[in-house]
């Protein structure tokens, strides 16, 4: 039985935001939107939701292509450094070490490795994530302020071909959501 | 008998729960967020105060240094450097800490974490700062320290790769730059909930443009999550990197007690040590004057009191071992330099070390005291002393008796010296101070993850379940 | 109070509800009662073989038999260090697999028998008691370094070993049988005292076994070298005994690819610390640049060695580092079967490469008594270990961390 809902934003009808008390109703809902067959839709916690990805259907991550590509360009831009330098730029012979000095300049290479490593995680999670995005219509939803306390949502694009309006509103509503939501704005 | 539901619960130690009180999500962010919402209770101003004075003699300390130039530390002779690398040491090693609990913990699963990665890290980040304040003033012509950069410039010139000098400039930058990476990137979620609750459009502003437009959206946490466990995978080998490019600074040389191949997870395992004794010190502190007792907890104080008897036990066997083989090696400076700290001019140092470092965790085998805050506190600070006269014991024993008899001399501290060192408290303290105030000392997101009720999958509950309902269980 | 044997936990993802026993007891005829005999039986005669061949070359035959022996021990010590180290992180996740770990370090008393050969050896290996026994240096440490004191510190490190070994060994059969909490809190407290004793004897006995090889060189982080190999070859064991016998129908459903993981995990880390280590080793003396100390690298950076010396640090280092690297090699049983047969193969050959070169000095040269040897310790332990295997249930039945174990899911 749809009870009423409210309205937040203004302007096209962007999409509906069900909220959740529990991650446990979450969970269960989002399989539920899964299995619809539902593309343009996401979750939100408070905290990432153990297995979220699977009831989601999400495929993996690729965060660690990028944190590995990076991460070996830098060790070898620390090696191509120091042995351009040692051996090309500026040669000196120090304690009769050879120019090429690899033992010596394993420290640098590493911490350079590492550098690049912690550049593409970052990097790739924010690349990946579209963030910096600090403008999304479902900040205009009061509601929506407790997505960061202790509140879960799902949220449900109108421009998805699956969608429909009271009907997903209603499939929100039989999921568990303890609140329906029609947000809107661009 | 044991009823068919699983608990992480441990069934042997019946530890107390993570967090105390059994509070709601929102519990939780009330509990970090209010404080920095209210205004400061005095205490607050009374050690931001005390952390200014402090921070104006390093100013005053600072500015006098490159006035009159880097003999006003009595540079003259090798061991004169003492406390200038003493102090880089020691303030490096403190942030080791912050870096253990946040990826290495995080990698081991432990969940007790939670409570204070937040803090340690920025405590990182800040013994990180203090650190590098040496290498940039310790040329006394800090204008000139773009030499230290391997950057094109006006002498056609190049830094010297092979000197382990060069290696901690990128070491200890990058580790610096890593670390805040990994703090910002565990912060971003709790400025969004700091943006969500803040009073005034002002403070929203502020703390929107750091969270990003962060919305808690699963597609997202899904690969801030790898990103994370990523960070944690980098920065762990990072952890044990920079300070074994610190001890190289030693160990690459040819003196005897700096020569040696144990330095590097020797001098990892002690910056643990010193980090987990300064995390103890801040956390005691900080719990009561932000009334956050029940997240950081004595579980949370046991835990770390163990690691502390488990980095301190190695970093005694690495004494012994070092003075088993300066007499098995046959090399008498060798053998000469471990005497010497023994019993020279510097016993009274090497013997505070001693005491500080190898008996005073001893304690910590017994319960009572690993969670008695007074003696966690007290036993911190000893702690605190004795690694930096373990880094005080190894450079000046060694220096004060080097290769060249007109470098021997005994090192006596200027009062510029002990200025800086103190001003170094002082940029620390501050810094923490000011943290403290504006952002939020615990890891918001990553306690509700740990909370019981956070399970979306009934079997994997947490070890905040209360643990009384098991006493059936044990009939 | 005792509990019942079957500890239970709620399904979900595929974990079994409850223990089956029949999944962790070795079948009680057939070729569980075989092994120990024929190993043990092939191995001796094998033993007496190799002496009967080594008769006439008494150097080669003792560098061989340490080689092999000291391999073998690390792997029974490094079952006792997993033991030690499960119990000190009161570690819910390993409870499957310690057991094992338990039977491994039971073998020690064994390993402390097959030692005795070595101690008729002192003379052939060891240069502070033959050629180098007047050189000034060494006269230094003959406090420490004569053959007297030398076997008194082996006997001292093998027996404390093997009564840790059959200590932890005997607690947990206990626990098997009565199934109380207090044998877990006494293992716990003598776990962490008993881990300091682990750390001082292992390397005082890679001083004295290994390092004395050339007794003028010294390496302060030695024993932490040790340590890292015989880590890491601790749980590529591990991942293939319990490979061996899920292959023979064992252990379904009571050992998941996440308990795998976290061995893979372990293994890597391992392999990273060892790394760690060996590097630092190699470049600190390197970088001095002193003869006394440079002198036991050069030797392994002959003409003749240095092939060797470059295929080991990629072998042992390099490809297992970036192989192990990735998730799914470490929950894949094929990957996980390749990468600890590689790194048990690594390990000997680490050791190899640290003994060997005393004795030949111009390049590896694999002789016949290196695989008698290799072959002959290598049943005999085997056979000891299949022997410990059969006494007890394959997992700690009655450990209360059991349940949380059977139902571990990896992150």
């Given at each position: 039985m749809s009870a009423a809902t409210t309205t937040a934003g203004s302007g096209p009808l962007w999409g509906v935001l069900g909220e959740f008390d529990s991650p446990a109703a979450l969970y269960r809902a989002a399989e539920r939107v899964r299995d619809a067959g539902f593309e343009r839709w996401d979750t939100h916690s408070p905290f990432p939701v153990h297995g979220l990805e699977r009831a989601m259907g999400l495929k993996r991550s690729r965060v660690p292509i990028v944190v590995l590509a990076l991460g070996l360009a830098g060790a070898a831009a620390g090696m191509g450094l120091q042995w351009w330098v040692s051996t090309r730029a500026y040669p000196l012979v120090v304690s009769g070490k050879p120019f090429f000095s690899w033992p010596a300049f394993v420290p640098i290479m590493f911490e350079c490795g590492v550098l690049g490593g912690a550049a593409g995680a970052v990097l790739g999670f924010l690349g990946l994530s579209r963030?910096?995005?600090?403008?999304?219509?479902?900040?205009?939803?009061?509601?929506?302020?407790?997505v960061t306390d202790d509140r879960f949502f799902i949220s449900i694009e109108a421009a998805d071909p699956r969608f429909d309006k009271s009907g997903t509103i209603q499939l929100l509503e039989r999921a568990g959501a303890v609140a329906v939501e029609l947000v809107e704005g661009a | 008998m044991a009823e068919a539901v699983l608990h992480d619960v441990d069934p042997i130690d019946r530890r107390p729960p993570l967090i105390l009180g059994e509070p709601d999500f929102h519990g939780i962010t009330e509990a970090v967020a209010r404080p920095i919402e209210w205004k400061p209770p005095l205490g607050w101003w009374i050690v931001l105060g005390i952390s200014l004075s402090m921070l104006a003699l390093l100013g005053v300390a600072v500015a006098w240094l490159f006035w009159e130039?880097?003999?006003?530390?009595?540079?003259?002779?090798?061991?004169?450097?003492a406390w200038d690398i003493t102090n880089f040491v020691f303030w490096v090693g403190i942030g080791h800490a912050g870096t253990l609990i946040s990826a290495v913990l995080f990698l081991v699963r432990q969940r007790w974490r939670t409570s204070i990665n937040r803090a340690a890290e920025a405590m990182t980040l800040f013994a990180v700062a203090c650190a590098l304040l040496f290498p940039t003033i310790h040329t006394g012509r800090p204008w000139l320290d773009y030499w230290m950069m391997p950057v094109p410039n006006q002498m056609a010139m190049w830094p010297q790769f092979r000197s382990p000098l060069m290696w901690d400039v990128f070491a200890v930058s990058i580790y610096g730059t890593v670390s805040l990476i990994f703090w910002y990137v565990g912060l971003i979620p709790d400025l969004a909930t700091m943006r969500d609750r803040a009073k005034t459009p002002k403070q929203a502003q502020l703390y929107g443009i750091f969270a990003l437009g962060w919305r808690g959206s699963h597609r997202q946490w899904h690969h801030y999550e790898r990103a994370y466990l990523l960070l944690a995978g980098l920065a762990t080998p990072l952890v044990l990197s920079v300070h074994s490019v610190v001890s190289f600074d030693f160990a690459t040389s040819q003196l005897p007690g700096w020569h040696t191949t144990i330095f590097p997870p020797y001098f990892v395992a002690g910056a643990i040590f010193s980090g987990l004794a300064m995390v103890i010190t801040l956390m005691s502190i900080s719990r009561v004057a932000f009334k956050m007792e029940h997240i950081i907890n004595l579980l949370h104080f046991d835990r770390m009191a163990r690691l502390i008897l488990a980095t301190g036990s190695i970093v005694g066997y690495a004494y012994a071992t070092e003075f088993f083989v300066a007499w098995y090696s046959g090399n008498l400076y060798e053998f000469f330099a471990f005497r010497n700290r023994a019993m020279g001019p510097y016993a009274w140092a090497y013997w505070t070390m001693v005491s500080c470092n190898v008996v005073v965790p001893q304690i910590f085998w017994f319960r009572k005291l690993r969670v008695h805050i007074p003696t966690l506190f007290i036993a911190s600070i000893f702690i605190n002393i004795g690694m930096w006269f373990e880094r005080f014991v190894i450079i000046v024993t060694s220096l004060h008796r080097d290769?060249?008899?007109?470098?021997w001399d005994y090192f006596r501290p200027t009062i510029w010296d002990i200025s800086t060192l103190i001003g170094s408290f002082g940029l620390f303290f501050t810094l923490f101070t000011l943290f403290v105030r504006f952002l939020p000392m615990v890891a918001i997101a990553e306690v509700k993850g740990v909370l019981p009720q956070a399970h979306a999958i009934p079997h994997e509950t947490s070890p905040s379940v209360p643990y009384r309902q098991e006493e059936g269980a044990r009939a | 109070m005792s509990h019942s044997g079957m500890p239970h936990s709620v399904g979900g993802h595929?974990?079994?509800?409850?223990?089956?026993?029949a999944q962790v007891t070795l079948p009680r005829a057939g070729w569980a009662a075989r092994l120990p005999l024929v190993c043990g039986g092939l191995g001796a005669v094998l033993l007496a073989v190799t002496f009967l061949v080594g008769k006439g070359n008494p150097t080669q035959l003792f560098h061989s038999y340490l080689v092999n022996w000291f391999y073998f021990a690390t792997l029974a010590v490094g079952g006792l260090f997993f033991v030690l180290l499960q119990h000190i992180t009161r570690a819910g996740w390993s409870v499957v697999v310690r057991r094992l770990a338990e039977d491994v370090a039971a073998t020690l008393p064994v390993v402390a028998l097959l030692f005795v050969p070595l101690a008729f050896g002192v003379h052939a290996l060891y240069p502070w008691a033959g050629h180098e026994a007047q050189d000034p240096v060494v006269m230094r440490k003959l406090a420490w370094l004569s053959e007297g004191p030398f076997l008194v510190r082996a006997a001292i490190y093998l027996v404390v070993w093997s009564l840790l070994g059959l200590w932890f060994w005997r607690q947990s059969q206990r626990q098997d049988q009565m199934g109380a909490l207090a044998l877990t809190r006494r293992m716990q407290a003598v776990a962490a005292p008993s881990m300091i004793v682990f750390a001082v004897t292992l390397t005082l006995a890679s001083f004295d076994?290994?390092?004395?090889?050339?007794?003028r060189w010294y390496s302060t982080v030695f024993g932490g070298y040790i340590f890292g190999g015989t880590a890491m070859a601790t749980f590529a064991l591990l991942i293939v005994l319990v490979l061996l016998l899920q292959g023979r129908g064992l252990f379904d459903g009571v050992v998941s690819m996440e308990h795998f993981h976290d061995l893979g995990k372990l293994m890597f880390a391992f392999v990273v610390f060892w790394g760690y280590i060996g590097f630092s080793q190699f470049m600190l003396q390197w970088y001095a640049n002193i003869p006394e100390e440079t002198n036991w690298f050069a030797e392994r950076l002959t003409p003749g060695w240095k092939p060797l010396t470059m295929a080991f640090v990629v072998g042992h280092f390099v490809v297992p580092f970036f192989f192990l690297l990735m998730r799914d090699v470490k929950r894949h049983r094929t990957g996980l079967w390749a990468a600890s047969g590689w790194l048990l193969l690594m390990h000997w050959l680490d050791i190899y490469w640290l003994v060997m070169p005393g004795l030949h000095h111009e390049g590896p040269r694999l002789h016949l008594l290196d695989l008698l040897a290799f072959l002959a310790l290598g049943l005999l332990f085997a056979g000891a270990l299949a022997f410990t295997l059969r006494l007890k249930a394959l997992v700690p039945i009655n450990d209360p961390r059991l349940a949380e174990s059977l139902a571990f899911e990896n992150v």
């Open positions: 963030l910096p995005q600090h403008h999304h219509p479902l900040f205009e939803s009061k509601r929506f302020e407790r | 130039g880097i003999g006003v530390w009595g540079n003259q002779i090798p061991v004169a450097w290769f060249m008899p007109a470098n | 595929g974990h079994r509800a409850s223990l089956d026993r076994w290994v390092m004395s090889l050339a007794p």
